[in-house]
Structures are given as structure tokens and as C-alpha cells.
């Protein structure tokens, strides 16, 4: 009955997280680096999240696909 | 009215996506351990995401300011949806063998014909199995209704397109007795990973303070780009496979 918590925290990470932690880590820089940028400048540019999203893709599926060539 | 559209889109392809994988679960218990339990199963498993999105959405409306559930709704849609965009655009390239629920549904209903029945009443096996099955699947799309719904205030809309593709699915699956393996999944899956990193992107910079050309409008073009990006990132990858590797040659 106890393990319980530690189930919901083991499916919460497995659900965000998963095999792909470049992409938890990198959603999380884009957000925080939009915020920083926000918060300097008083509006941040709105390229900026679509162009890191997009290098965050590549570099993403790159890893995988240099994964499953191996 | 355009994102609302898009909203309900969105949810309606990524719940039928995984109606059809939940279906084929049930299907496979139904067959085999009885239609009652199944059914019963999956009926409750339902009811539990119902719920989920009863008991959640309103209290997140009513206690977190708009911009922070903004932010951590667009992030959570963003990371949701770059790992349906990467596995679509992998499995479309050749990386990953696409999902075969034929194959699936056979193993299944030869690893359920081999276990034991009890004589009367319910089956429990066929009752959790579908429980389990279309709650796994379900929960995914509890998640995209609530973000989805919540960021945009249209949670209603959200809840309706979901339960639309689950009787949609549900009853196509129903009508023609199998799993529905000629669904385009991998194409369906494309299509919502670009509309939920769309959603992300958008939601996720208006939570901290970006402000978006045109509004809602900008969704169009978001979605325009990410759509096409995936297409040359598949071309891309596609011709990088055929091509033998310095290292492979010789």
C-alpha cells in the first residue's frame, strides 16, 4: 500500500521523461530561457521558442536514428 | 474560432489513435476470456478518465493563475508532443518498424487462450486486462484533453472531441468484429505530434511573457512549419538510411 507513491512517481517520469530525456531537459531550457528573455527585455522574441524547438527535434531524432543504425 | 477548431482536432485524432490501440486489447480479451468482463473492464476504465478529467480540470481552471498553467500546460504539451512528432518521423523513415496491431493482437489472444478460465461468473483476467489496456491508453489523452482544454478555456470542447473518437472508434471496431489495423495510425500520430507541439510552442510562450504575431493566428504558421519541417526531417532521414556510412564501406 505504501509503494504506491513511488508507482505514480515512477509513471510520471516514465510518461514526461521516458527514453528521450533530451527532450524533457530541452523543453525545459526553451521555457526557462523564453522566461529569462521575457523578463530582461520585457517580451521575449517569438522566433526564438519555434527555431530552439526545431534544433531540439533534430538533435533529438538524430540521437535516435544514430541509436537504431548501431 | 481557428484554435478551437484545431483544439478539438487535435484531440479527436490522439484519442482515436489510442482507441485503436486500446481496442485492440479488448478485442483480444473479449475473444478470448468473454465480452461481459472485457466489456466491463473497458467500461470502467472509462469511467475512472472521466473522473480524471472531472475532478482535475475544473479545480486547475479555479486555483492556478492562467499564466503559470500556461507555461507548465505548453511545456507539458511540448515534451507530449516532440516524443509522438520523433517517434512518427523515426517509424516514417524507416528507424522504427511501424506498429502492426495484427501481430500485436494475435500474441495477445495466444498468450490469453493459454490461461486458465473459471468455470462461472466474471473473468477477472479478461476484466483487468481491459481495464488496464484502456486506462494505459487513456491516460494520455486525459492529459491532452486537460492541457489542451485548460490553456485555451474550451476543456468542454476538449471533453466532447475525446468522447466522439471513442465512439467513433469504438463503434467502427464493434461493426466490422476486429481491430482496426487499416487506420493510418503513423500518419495520425504525425498530425496530432505537430498539433500538440504547435499548441506547446504557443501556449508555452504566451505563459511567459512572448507576444505572438497575429494572436491565434500564429497557430497557422506554426503549424505550417512544424508540418513541413517534419517532411524534409523524414526525407532526410530516409536518404541518410539508404546511404552507406563511411565506416560501413569497405
Given at each position: 500500500m505504501s509503494q504506491w507513491p513511488l508507482a505514480v512517481a515512477r509513471f510520471c517520469y516514465e510518461f514526461v521523461v521516458?527514453?528521450?530525456?533530451e527532450l524533457a531537459i530541452g523543453v525545459a531550457v526553451i521555457v526557462g530561457a523564453s522566461w529569462a528573455l521575457s523578463r530582461a527585455a520585457g517580451t521575449a522574441p517569438f522566433w526564438f521558442g519555434p527555431v530552439a524547438v526545431v534544433v531540439l527535434l533534430a538533435v533529438s531524432l538524430r540521437r535516435g536514428a544514430s541509436r537504431r543504425r548501431r | 474560432m481557428t484554435g478551437t477548431v484545431l483544439i478539438a482536432l487535435a484531440v479527436f485524432a490522439a484519442c482515436a489513435v489510442e482507441m485503436v490501440e486500446a481496442l485492440t486489447i479488448v478485442m483480444a480479451s473479449g475473444l478470448t476470456r468473454g465480452w461481459r468482463s472485457s466489456l466491463e473492464g473497458a467500461g470502467v476504465a472509462v469511467l475512472c478518465l472521466v473522473v480524471l478529467v472531472a475532478a482535475f480540470g475544473p479545480a486547475l481552471i479555479h486555483y492556478v493563475p492562467l499564466d503559470v498553467l500556461r507555461a507548465v500546460v505548453g511545456s507539458l504539451l511540448l515534451v507530449l508532443g516532440l516524443q509522438w512528432l520523433r517517434k512518427a518521423i523515426l517509424r516514417a523513415a524507416g528507424f522504427i518498424a511501424q506498429r502492426d496491431e495484427d501481430d500485436i493482437y494475435r500474441k495477445e489472444v495466444e498468450r490469453l487462450s493459454g490461461i486458465p478460465r473459471q468455470?462461472?461468473?466474471?473473468d477477472a483476467v479478461g476484466f483487468v486486462l481491459s481495464f488496464k489496456g484502456v486506462l494505459l491508453e487513456g491516460l494520455e489523452v486525459v492529459m491532452i484533453v486537460l492541457t489542451l482544454g485548460l490553456s485555451s478555456g474550451h476543456l468542454a470542447v476538449a471533453s466532447l472531441a475525446a468522447f466522439a473518437a471513442v465512439l467513433v472508434v469504438g463503434a467502427v471496431g464493434i461493426a466490422v468484429?476486429?481491430?482496426?489495423?487499416?487506420?493510418p495510425e503513423n500518419a495520425m500520430k504525425l498530425g496530432v505530434g505537430v498539433m500538440l507541439v504547435s499548441f506547446g510552442t504557443f501556449w508555452g510562450g504566451e505563459g511567459v511573457g512572448v507576444g505572438w504575431p497575429g494572436a491565434d493566428l500564429s497557430l497557422l504558421w506554426l503549424l505550417a512549419g512544424y508540418a513541413g519541417l517534419s517532411w524534409v526531417a523524414i526525407q532526410l532521414l530516409r536518404r541518410s538510411r539508404l546511404t552507406p556510412h563511411l565506416g560501413e564501406v569497405g
Open positions: 521516458g527514453d528521450t530525456p | 468455470s462461472a461468473g466474471r468484429s476486429r481491430q482496426l489495423r487499416e487506420v
